[in-house]
C-alpha cells in the first residue's frame, strides 16, 4: 500500500526508469503556488500566455538547431505500424524480453526539452513595433541518466520569453539578472548568479561554450537542493537572433527579431524549497508561505 513514506523530497521515484518520478499531495502543492509566484513577477507586462502539450513538431526541433548542438538529450516519439503478422512478432519479441525497437517507427514528433521551442514557430511573419512577451510551460524531456531527484528526465519548465529590438531583449534579459536574485531571496533561497553554458555535444562543444560564454548569453541562479549540492533552478539567456532568423520572426522590414528567455525549473526549484525550510510546511517561514498562497497551517 502506497504511503506518505514512499515519498522522499515529496518525490516518487519511477522504480523502472531512472530520473521519472511521480509527486505527493504537498510537492504539488508547494509547486503550484510557486507557479503562481511566478506569474506575478510578469504580470504588469500582460504577456501572452500560451500552453503546449509535451511534444514538438519534429521540423520545429530540427529549425531550432537541436540536432547540432544536444542529439544526445533528445527523445523521438516513435510509434508501431505493421500488420498482424508484424504485431505478432512485436508482441513475441517484447515478452520474450528481445529488443522490439525493429517494430518501431520514427513519427513526426520528438519530446520537447525546452518550453520555448514550442512559441517560435507561431511568431513567424513580423512582430509589432514594441515586440511581445510570452509566458509559456511544458513538461520537458532530456535524456540525462542520473540517479539524484534535482536532474529528472522528464520536469516542468515555466517560462517568459520576449522578443525585439536587440537592445530592448538585452537590456530586458540583465533586468532579469536582478529580479530572479530577488525572486530566490524573498523565498529564502541564497541564490549565487554565475555565467554559465549548455552542455553542448561533439567536437565543437568547446568552442561554443567558450562563445556563448564571451558574449554572455547565459547566466544561471543556482541554489542548495540537496546536502552538499547546489543546482542551477533559473537560467537568463540571449539568443541573440538565432530563433529570430530560423523562424523568420521580422522587425520592421527585414530585420530578424532578438529574443532571450527566463526559465524557471518548477520541480528543482520546489525540491530547493523543502530543501531549505523542511519537509513540514507548518515550520515554514510566514513570508514565504504568503509568497507561494499557502495558508498557515
Ligand atoms: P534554451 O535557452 O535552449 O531555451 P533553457 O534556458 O530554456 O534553454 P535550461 O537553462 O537548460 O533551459 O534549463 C532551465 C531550467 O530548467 C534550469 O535552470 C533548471 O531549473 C531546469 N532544469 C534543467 N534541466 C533539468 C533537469 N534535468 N531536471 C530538473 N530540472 C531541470
Ligand atoms: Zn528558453
Not at 536532474?151 to 533586468?175: I, N, Q, T, Y
Request: glycine share 8%; aromatic share 10%; net charge negative.
Amino acid at each position: 500500500m502506497l504511503d506518505q513514506t514512499h515519498l522522499r523530497n515529496g518525490l516518487l521515484r519511477d522504480p523502472e526508469a531512472v530520473g521519472v518520478y511521480g509527486r505527493g499531495a504537498t510537492f504539488d502543492r508547494v509547486l503550484t503556488g510557486l507557479n503562481a509566484a511566478i506569474t506575478g513577477l510578469e504580470a504588469a507586462a500582460q504577456p501572452v500566455m500560451l500552453r503546449f502539450p509535451p511534444v514538438l513538431g519534429r521540423r520545429t526541433i530540427e529549425r531550432c538547431g537541436y540536432l547540432h548542438t544536444f542529439p544526445h538529450l533528445l527523445a523521438t516519439a516513435y510509434s508501431f505500424e505493421g500488420n498482424s503478422r508484424a504485431h505478432a512478432e512485436f508482441v513475441e519479441a517484447a515478452e520474450s524480453g528481445n529488443d522490439w525497437s525493429p517494430f518501431q517507427r520514427m513519427t513526426d514528433v520528438v519530446l520537447t526539452p525546452a518550453a520555448c521551442y514550442a512559441v517560435y514557430p507561431h511568431l513567424s511573419g513580423a512582430l509589432p513595433e514594441a515586440g511581445v512577451m510570452v509566458d509559456v510551460e511544458s513538461w520537458c524531456f532530456r535524456q540525462e541518466l542520473s540517479s539524484t531527484p534535482e536532474r529528472m528526465r522528464a520536469f516542468r519548465m515555466r517560462e517568459f520569453v520576449r522578443l525585439g529590438k536587440p537592445d530592448e531583449v538585452r537590456s530586458w534579459r540583465d533586468a532579469w539578472l536582478e529580479r530572479a536574485q530577488e525572486f530566490l531571496n524573498s523565498l529564502g533561497l541564497a541564490p549565487s548568479l554565475a555565467p554559465a553554458n549548455d552542455p553542448f555535444f561533439g567536437d565543437s562543444a568547446a568552442f561554443l561554450k567558450a562563445s556563448q560564454q564571451e558574449q554572455e548569453l547565459k547566466f544561471e541562479l543556482s541554489v542548495g537542493v540537496l546536502d552538499g549540492v547546489r543546482a542551477a533552478t533559473i537560467s537568463c539567456n540571449y539568443h541573440l537572433d538565432h530563433f529570430g532568423s530560423m523562424f523568420d520572426i521580422r522587425l520592421g522590414a527585414d530585420s530578424a527579431a532578438h529574443s532571450g528567455c527566463v526559465a524557471f525549473g518548477l520541480e528543482r526549484l520546489t525540491l530547493a524549497l523543502f530543501f531549505a525550510h523542511g519537509q513540514n510546511l507548518s515550520t515554514w517561514p510566514a513570508a514565504v508561505l504568503d509568497l507561494l498562497q499557502l495558508a498557515h497551517a
